[in-house]
C-alpha cells in the first residue's frame, strides 16, 4: 500500500508581541486640562472674557500656546459648570449675564436651602474648619473705607469661599455642588456692578460665623436667611 503523499505544511501563526512591545503611551503634560480650565475660568470669573461673548477654540489655542484637545475637554468642563454654553453653527460662549426673572429665581432658591445648610454647618462643621472659616472672614474684613475695583473683587472671591465651605460642611455633595454653580453667576453679577457693600456684607458674614461657632443652629439660620435677604436687596435695583 502506498503511503498517501504529505500536504502542504502549515505555517504556524508568529507569535504575538506582547501588549507592552507594540502600544506607545500617549504623552501628554499631567494636569493640562486642568490648567487650562483653570485659567479659562479665572478669565471669565474676573470679567476679563465677558459675559455672552464668543470663545473660539482656534484663538484660545493660539493664546494658551496648547492644541486644540485640551482646550475642548476644558470647554467641555466649563459647560458642564454653566460657564459656557454650545451653540450651533456658532461654537461656545461664554454664559450671558443673569436677567431679572434669573436673579429673582437664583435667591428665592437660596433662601430656601442656604438657611438650612447653615443650621447643618453649626452641627457638623469641625473646630478646625470653623478656625478656618474665621481666618477666611478676618482677610475679607474691609482695609478702609475706599473701595477699589480689585478691592471688591478679591472681595467677591472670598464671598464665594465663605458659602462654598459652609454648603461643604453639611457633607451633602449635591447641594454645595448646586450652590457653587449658583454662586458663579452670582459672583459674575456683583463684579458687572461692584458697589460699596463690603463693609456691609462682612458685618453679615460675622453674625453667621459667631453662630456656626457657637453651634446655635437657630440663629445660623436666621442669619443666613438675613444675609441672603439683604443681599437681595442691595443688587436687585441692578437685575433688569
Known sequence: MVPPKPGPEKL????????????????????????????????????????????????????????????????????????????????YCTAPILNRAQFEDFHEIRLLIEPYVARQAAIKMSDQTIAELGQLLARMRPKNDAETRSSYDLFADQDTEFHERIAQATGNALIADSLARMHIHLHIFRLC???????????????????????????????MRAHIQKSHAR????AK
Open 12 to 91: 504556524k501563526p508568529a507569535p504575538e508581541p506582547p501588549i507592552e512591545a507594540i502600544v506607545t503611551p500617549i504623552r501628554r503634560p499631567t494636569g493640562l486640562v486642568d490648567e487650562v480650565y483653570n485659567r479659562v475660568r479665572a478669565d471669565i470669573m474676573s470679567l476679563k472674557i465677558a459675559p455672552d461673548t464668543r470663545i473660539t477654540i482656534e484663538s484660545l489655542a493660539r493664546n494658551l500656546g496648547v492644541s486644540q484637545t485640551p482646550i475642548r475637554e476644558a470647554l467641555s468642563m466649563l459647560e458642564a459648570k454653566g460657564l459656557v454654553t454650545k451653540q450651533h453653527l456658532i461654537g
Open 193 to 223: 456692578y461692584a458697589s460699596s457693600i463690603t463693609s456691609h456684607a462682612h458685618d453679615e458674614h460675622e453674625i453667621l460665623f459667631r453662630a456656626i461657632e457657637a453651634r446655635d443652629t437657630d440663629a445660623a439660620e436666621a442669619a
Open 235 to 238: 443688587f436687585s435695583q441692578f
